[in-house]
């Protein structure tokens, strides 16, 4: 015999509330939530019905949407897929304390905060360590989150400068057929950094503390023989390193100063025979005091839904066919 309630469940919405903010552009948000649940969910005047199988965890999710919106969040199709997930894993939106800790605002006056329990606890990390390695897949906010706590921390004066640095690994014997000088062949492979940078800061304001060297955007092999004092130090794309640019970039952090290292350990693009330097560091940097590592998860990612999926699909495959990898 089916176990639901046999009486309607309701909840009371304000006469004020923006019903097309909570159900979305064509009722997109409403229609999500019907496929995530067996319940069937009516608007009738100044309350929502709620019936069937799971009419419970459906309610519990508009209630979700609705603090959303009253804390002034826009209730879109990441926000709306990330509170189903929280909501399928019995944890809740509202309780995380999500629309907490506001890392800085952009040049346009918006905020930059954390839209994951996973991204809030890696911002927390940060703060707390003076290294961080952020793992996870693409979308996660591993690179955008430490670019943001960076920038703020040269804001606040807890830092003198900020250094930004990438492995080239793409580009190789390949720089030398690329036009102009070396800082315009590596440029290219830096462009994700300036992204967040001109994101947050603006162009403008990014390219004159640029100019005045309070911040730098440069390839892994420029940090040789340097110590960093002072400096709020990202290296992005660390899975590309190898284990010795790994310990050279690890062993030039000077007093004052912080180092984030993000990295997506299933995207690793060294030649056949080159072992990265984020997996020996994993293994031999774990437990160390001062050192933390913060994994990041497909429920993380702030990109297009289908981001997420794919990155779901392609785990799925390899665990399936792991010999395939063994392979490669």
């Known amino acids: ?11 009371k919405i304000d006469q004020d509330q923006n019903t097309a903010a909570l159900f979305g552009n064509l009722d997109v948000n409403l229609q999500i939530l019907r496929e995530n649940y067996d ?15 799971e009419a419970f965890e459906a309610k519990e999710v508009i209630e979700e949407f609705l603090h959303v919106l009253s804390i002034g969040e826009e209730l879109d199709t990441q926000k709306v897929n990330y509170v189903i997930s929280l909501n399928k894993q019995g944890m809740s939106y509202r ?20 839209k994951t329990i996973g991204q809030t606890g890696y911002a927390k990390s940060i703060r707390n360590n003076d290294i961080v390695f952020g793992i996870g897949p693409a979308g996660t ?13 040269f804001k606040n004066k807890e830092v003198s400068k900020i250094i930004l640095a990438r492995p080239a690994v ?17 440029d290219p492979y830096l ?10 800061l603006g162009r403008d304001a990014a390219l004159r503390l640029k100019e005045r060297e309070f911040i730098e955007v440069v390839p892994l092999a420029y940090m040789r023989g340097r110590t960093l004092d002072n400096a709020f130090i990202i290296l992005d794309e660390a899975q590309n390193t ?41 293994k031999i940097l774990e437990g160390v005091e ?23 699909a392609y785990d799925r495959y390899h665990r399936a066919h792991p010999e395939e990898d063994e392979k490669e």
């Not at 319940?39 to 199988?53: K, N, S, T, V, Y």
């Not at 690329?178 to 800082?183: A, E």
């Open 242 to 282: 190898t284990k010795e640019q790994m310990k050279m970039f690890l062993t030039r952090l000077g007093f004052g100063s912080k180092a984030i290292v993000t990295g997506d350990v299933t995207q690793i693009d060294l030649p056949r025979g080159k072992k990265s330097g984020l997996l020996e560091a994993m």
């Open 1 to 11: 015999m089916e176990n639901f309630p046999t009486e309607d469940i309701r909840i």
């Open 141 to 153: 906010g591993k690179t955008y989150i430490a670019v943001a706590l960076a920038i703020n921390a």
């Open 191 to 200: 462009r994700p950094l300036y992204d967040a940078l001109y994101d947050i």
């Open 95 to 114: 309780q995380a304390g999500m629309n907490k800790g506001v890392i800085c605002f952009t040049h346009k006056g918006k905020p930059i905060k954390p």
């Open 290 to 312: 001062g050192i933390e590592f913060h994994y990041l998860k497909e429920a993380d990612v702030v990109r297009h839904p289908l981001v997420r999926r794919i990155i779901t």
């Open 170 to 186: 793409e580009a190789g014997e390949r720089l030398g057929f690329l036009p102009g000088d070396l800082q315009e062949k590596v």
């Open 39 to 53: 319940a069937e969910i009516l608007q009738r005047q100044d309350e929502i019905l709620f019936r069937g199988p």
